[in-house]
């Protein structure tokens, strides 16, 4: 026997009313969840095409190079990269703040991310980023 179906009334004769709190909402999203996700992804793509070279290299995020003053006027690094603790680190605010790319949209700011990891990983492994992703860019 099928179930009684769900009337679509309160038992007071009112339209039902929308949750307490309200529509569901998207998850927040800030500039440092959204360099974390695109390193992330761009990390995770590195590694599955490199797994031996790459499979034990710690991927890490930061904001700034440690030494770096406000006041200094140096060229601010991308990307750090230490073979012997086979780890790189990507730096969040040079990539994000410093005028790096041509167009400022959502496109050219993931691409200079993961142009980032790829140049990084390239040179944890002695070898051209091209080289490291060489089919990463070619559909778009």
């Known amino acids: 026997m099928p179930g009684r179906a769900r009337a679509r009334r309160s038992r007071h004769g009112r339209e039902l009313r929308s949750s307490v709190a309200g529509p569901v909402l998207p998850y927040l999203s800030s500039r440092e969840t959204r360099f974390e996700d695109v390193a992330a992804d761009a990390a995770d793509?590195?590694?599955?095409l490199w797994p031996d070279e790459l499979g034990d290299v710690d991927f890490l995020w930061a904001d700034m190079p440690p030494g770096i003053l406000a006041d200094q006027v140096v060229e601010v690094p991308d990307f750090a990269v230490d073979p012997h603790r086979r780890s790189i680190t990507v730096f969040r605010l040079p990539l994000q703040r410093l005028p790096r790319?041509?167009?400022?949209?959502?496109?050219?700011?993931?691409?200079?991310?993961e142009g980032a990891v790829f140049r990084a990983a390239g040179e944890l492994l002695g070898r051209d980023p091209w080289e490291v992703a060489p089919d990463r860019w070619?559909?778009?």
């Open 45 to 48: 793509y590195v590694q599955s």
């Open 101 to 113: 790319v041509h167009v400022d949209d959502a496109w050219h700011r993931q691409i200079a991310i």
């Open 138 to 140: 070619r559909h778009h």
